[in-house]
């Protein structure tokens, strides 16, 4: 069965730094999503993108987000300068369409320190 | 704007009896539903959708939803539990007329005891 993969699994990074969370979505979907989860808590929707460009972003994803997908098959998430409430699992996710639901990565946990 | 509200924190059900989990959501437009489930430390994992048709919709691993328009409800429900359904449960909506993204409720931990 086609998957969502995501890597790294964990990254750990110090408060200011850049990091990029990498996504390789399903080969024929067309609509790319990345949210996150707090503790296990609430998933949260950050941005969506569609035909190459961000189609939707939540009011989380401020200016130090940003996604881009640079060849076809990756989809990235980038954070410019994290902060300790960056901390979380990030989830990519794709669709087909907006009518079916989404595959989701297995996340990356991300740890600001 | 839309919304969902997952009313339980958690569902103590004994295995092999019925289990529900409830939903209300709010959407301006027409309502695609969905439930995911998740397992410690991994991601979701998509169990069914509601778009149109038969209000009542199957998924996997014999769960099905009953989708009430009257009541903005999708409450997910299977007829017996098992011990290995024990797991985080999402409900989902997106509006269906417009927008792209989706949003998650809270989450319900769902807990089968043997």
């Known amino acids: 069965e086609p998957e969502v993969t995501q890597t790294p699994s964990h990254q750990v990074t110090q408060m200011g730094q850049e990091v990029i969370l990498r996504c390789v979505p399903i080969?024929?979907?067309?609509?790319f999503y990345w949210y996150r989860q707090i503790l296990g808590q609430k998933v949260e929707f950050l941005v969506s993108f569609y035909n190459n460009e961000i189609s939707e972003k939540s009011e989380i994803f401020d200016d130090q987000f940003s996604v881009e997908r640079p060849d076809g098959s990756n989809f990235t998430l980038k954070i410019r300068s994290t902060k300790l409430e960056d901390s979380a699992m990030y989830f990519c996710?794709?669709?087909?369409?907006?009518?079916?639901?989404?595959?989701f990565g297995s996340g990356t946990r991300l740890t600001v320190v | 704007a839309q919304s969902v509200a997952q009313p339980e924190d958690q569902v103590n059900v004994a295995e092999g009896n019925p289990l529900t989990v409830k939903c209300t959501y709010s959407v301006s437009g027409n309502p695609y539903l969905f439930w995911y489930v998740q397992y410690p430390n991994r991601g979701l994992q998509f169990l069914l959708k509601y778009i149109t048709g038969d209000n009542l919709v199957k998924g996997s691993y014999g769960f099905e939803a009953e989708f009430n328009k009257s009541q903005t409800s999708f409450h997910l429900k299977k007829p017996s539990a098992l011990v290995s359904d024990s797991a985080l449960y999402f409900c989902?909506?997106?509006?269906?007329?417009?927008?792209?993204?989706?949003?998650f409720g809270a989450g319900t931990r769902l807990f089968v005891k043997a």
């Open positions: 996710a794709s669709s087909g369409t907006g009518a079916y639901g989404y595959t």
């Open positions: 080969s024929n979907h067309l609509y």
């Open positions: 989902a909506v997106r509006d269906g007329t417009g927008g792209f993204k989706t949003i």
